[in-house]
């Protein structure tokens, strides 16, 4: 009986131990098909978006991101949970290359994905509407390929230029302005920067005029 009894306690401390070690477990991150979206992943304990692997093509809205890797988050003017439920109709409405790929509901977190940079690859566009009437973004390659070493356009911000290009494309698609789009446009001066250069003759814009 005593032998019994030691073998039952001893079955009792390895079960309650097993189920110790599922509830601190972490999550893993599940990647869906292109086009396949899953509802309520991992991705459902989602609080805010990571930053930028340093080493990676990315952008994102988080406030630590240098200026390079640095985006504005988006604003939305109604109820986070109503701007979120139209933003899914709107990208499950979208028939061109932004694909639906994990949509978590509880948290009002999408993740699409878009062609990127390099051929047969893919970026991923994460955005988390959050109170506060914002929707943090993050945008971040697949595959990584060197930054160009300059750029001429207007607005240009010389770091992860096509994923600045594709947050921008989703915004427009989904309806949703820049946090600091009024502030840009009123009281922003665009200067070139060549090499750490900071002013280029002839292209002020008064000179141009």
Not at 37 to 65: F, G, H, K, M
Not at 133 to 158: D, H, Q
Request: aromatic share 6%; net charge neutral.
């Amino acid at each position: 009986c005593t032998m019994m009894l030691l073998i039952h306690a001893r079955t009792i401390a390895q079960t309650a131990a097993a189920i110790a070690t599922l509830l601190i477990a972490e999550p893993t991150q599940l990647q869906s098909p292109i086009g396949q979206p899953n509802n309520d992943t991992p991705s459902a304990s989602i609080t805010r978006l990571d930053i930028c692997n340093s080493q990676s093509n990315c952008v994102s809205s988080n406030y630590r991101e240098p200026p390079n890797r640095y985006v504005s988050s988006f604003k939305i003017v109604n109820d986070p949970n109503v701007a979120f439920q139209r933003a899914v109709r709107d990208l499950k409405r979208s028939d061109g290359d932004v694909s639906l790929a994990e949509i978590s509901p509880r948290v009002n977190y999408i993740r699409v994905t878009v062609p990127g940079t390099a051929p047969s690859s893919f970026d991923d566009i994460e955005l988390l509407f959050s109170e506060g009437n914002i929707v943090n973004v993050k945008c971040e390659a697949r595959v990584t390929l060197p930054p160009p070493p300059f750029c001429l356009k207007k607005n240009c911000i010389n770091g992860n230029m096509d994923q600045r290009s594709r947050v921008e494309r989703v915004g427009r698609l989904l309806g949703l302005p820049t946090s600091d789009e009024s502030e840009m446009r009123e009281g922003a001066k665009w200067t070139p920067i060549f090499f750490n250069s900071d002013r280029v003759p002839g292209f002020d814009e008064s000179e141009m005029g």
